[in-house]
């Protein structure tokens, strides 16, 4: 008896287990169509010819598939010295950030000198200081050093932050002390401590410091925007607002133009999947 | 073990070692820092008591700059119109907490979804707002001939209309952004002991109680987090209203950044674009202050 009851409480949560997955799922595949949809009309519109998105009610498959759009966007967008724009200033703005940052940061993790706190405590205030405060004196001096239009204004001015500063400087803390005091022992100096034992322990902040810092500079628009005025100095994101701003309802070539726009990052993270995951949890959470 | 006793003394001993090494180590950032950012945080304050385009000399004006802000229209409807769209902030918890939720199930399959709703977060603003602007677009664009087929009769106008553009970007935003903060609440939810939701429901608690009185709680933090993060990046918002809107029409969606952007950068009055961003950093600053006054007499 007492078994029979067992047997049929076990099968009502299975099927309560059973429903509630599948309401989940109905959910899950709602929810997900919408946040996809914009990027299947994007690619789909991309490849329609110019006519055809007026259709009423709208085509989901282009007829025909028109793949000259993208050799059109290209070429009009002049694409190719917009990435190697976008890579060029994206590289060395993260390589510039991770070197300054880390060596700075040990300095406030590790070093003791006369005035380190209250330094420390200026970098801190001044991350509550929005960039809309800095950016025209900045803009100003830039000018100043006829530097406006060339890399080192998108390049230089983004290359020190406050914020991976403090990111590392609290990662850094977290490093036990017993692991440097062996290389003191041998005579390490303090660059070799950084260099061999603080940095190599430190991989995953500095990757994760390294990937936001790219993937902001990536998509970064407004400073591109101020300091760039002309087509071959331009970002992706500038080059891309500026080509809506010549082609407004260009649809087709629009769309096309955006798609190669995101496909490099696509790829991007979903072969670097989890470690995206993990970076915003780390820098949302504990920097 | 002696030894590094011997040599911790020495350190104490030869303190002004580290003096020139610590500024070694800082050199390059705070060279940086002093001419990025903190000489420009005193020079901008100082240029929001002048007038200067760059190209006459600098005339010294007093407090002329904040007194015609306090008269300026414009600089309260771009005010209003920033709050405005900080009405996606609770709503975007609430989608991200939704997802969050939903993800959090040990369900096959599930890190496909995950990996869907974080797409719009990597991909370039840019490049989205373009296709939301195709998206809402009155006559042609997808959402129109949705809600035309579902039997809407005269669906709305969305970024062409100053009513309803606002809205528009919101949505858009949300969008945008609740994949970001889906994690940060995934992770928040995996961080509470499942033995809690055990022994709830072992003394019959409900799943809405389970909800109220285990899950909310632990969310204090990531809350409050998302609440002053939020309300920084919207203080700042502009590439969205720069991209698929140009502030308009007519200037419904032109944002507190979007006008330092253009007395700055457009119409080139540097003295007067630095007195509306110090203003802007004013209300920042109390509405941060604020928000973590509230969040610790919550917490």
Same mark, same amino acid.
């Given at each position: 008896m007492e078994s029979l009851e067992r047997e049929l409480s076990r099968k009502r949560s299975k099927r309560i287990e059973f429903v509630k997955n599948t309401i989940s799922y109905i959910l899950l595949l709602a929810i997900g169509a919408t946040m996809i949809l914009p990027f299947i009309w994007m690619v789909s519109t991309s490849l329609k010819e110019a006519g055809a998105v007026f259709a009423y009610p709208p085509e989901w498959i282009p007829n025909p598939f028109v793949f000259r759009n993208y050799s059109d966007a290209w070429e009009s967008v002049r694409f190719g010295r917009l990435f190697v724009n976008s890579i060029f200033v994206a590289v060395c703005t993260t390589a510039g950030q991770v070197i300054t940052s880390s060596l700075a940061a040990y300095a406030f993790a590790r070093l003791d000198f006369p005035g380190k706190n209250k330094l420390f405590l200026c970098y801190l205030a001044t *991350? *509550?200081?929005?960039g809309q405060i800095t950016m025209i004196p900045v803009f100003i001096l830039l000018k100043e050093l006829n530097w406006i239009n060339t890399y080192k204004a998108l390049i230089v001015p983004m290359m020190f932050t406050a914020y991976g500063t403090f990111m590392l400087r609290q990662f850094f803390m977290t490093i036990p002390k017993d692991l440097e005091d062996a290389a003191v022992m041998d005579g390490c100096s303090k660059f070799g401590i950084y260099w061999r034992v603080i940095l190599p322990l430190s991989k995953p902040a500095l990757a994760t410091l390294a990937t936001f810092t790219f993937l902001g500079n990536w998509n970064n628009f407004m400073w591109p925007l101020i300091v760039t005025n002309s087509e071959e100095m331009r970002t992706l994101p500038v080059g891309l607002a500026s080509f809506q701003g010549l082609y407004n309802t260009d649809w087709t070539l629009l769309m096309a133009a955006s798609v190669i726009v995101i496909i490099p990052v696509i790829i991007i993270y979903i072969f670097n999947q989890r470690f995206f995951t993990k970076g915003v949890v780390m820098s949302g959470l504990k920097g | 073990m002696e030894n590094t006793k011997k040599k911790k003394k020495k350190k104490l001993f030869f303190i002004s070692d580290d003096t020139l090494t610590g500024y070694a180590f800082l050199g390059p950032n705070i060279s940086g820092f002093l001419l990025f950012t903190l000489i420009p945080i005193v020079v901008s304050f100082g240029l929001a008591f002048v007038e200067w385009d760059l190209l006459t000399p600098v005339k010294f004006t007093g407090f002329a700059n904040f007194i015609k802000l306090i008269h300026d229209k414009n600089f309260w409807y771009y005010l209003y119109n920033t709050f405005y769209f900080m009405l996606g902030i609770p709503l975007g918890m609430f989608a991200s907490l939704a997802l969050a939720i939903l993800i959090?199930? %040990?369900? %096959?399959?599930?890190v496909v979804f995950r990996t869907v709703f974080f797409l719009p977060v990597i991909s370039s603003m840019v490049a989205c707002a373009i296709v939301w602007r195709w998206i809402y677009n009155p006559d042609y664009g997808l959402l129109n001939a949705f809600l035309s087929w579902i039997g809407v009769r005269n669906p709305p106008p969305w970024i062409a209309s100053t009513s309803w553009a606002k809205p528009a970007l919101i949505i858009m935003g949300i969008w945008q952004s609740a994949g970001y903060n889906m994690l940060l609440y995934l992770a928040a939810l995996q961080g509470i002991p499942g033995e809690l939701y055990e022994s709830a429901g072992m003394d019959g608690a409900t799943k809405w109680q389970q909800f109220w009185y285990i899950t909310w709680p632990s969310l204090t933090f990531v809350n409050f987090f998302i609440v002053i993060i939020g309300i920084i990046n919207g203080f700042q918002a502009f590439g969205i209203q720069y991209v698929m809107t140009s502030g308009g029409p007519a200037d419904s969606t032109t944002t507190i950044v979007y006008y330092i952007f253009n007395h700055a950068f457009m119409w080139f009055n540097m003295g007067y674009a630095s007195a509306v961003a110090w203003a802007l950093f004013i209300f920042m600053f109390g509405f941060t202050l604020l928000q973590w006054k509230l969040g610790k007499q919550e917490g």
């Open positions: *991350m *509550m200081i929005p | 959090n199930q %040990k369900l %096959k399959g599930i």
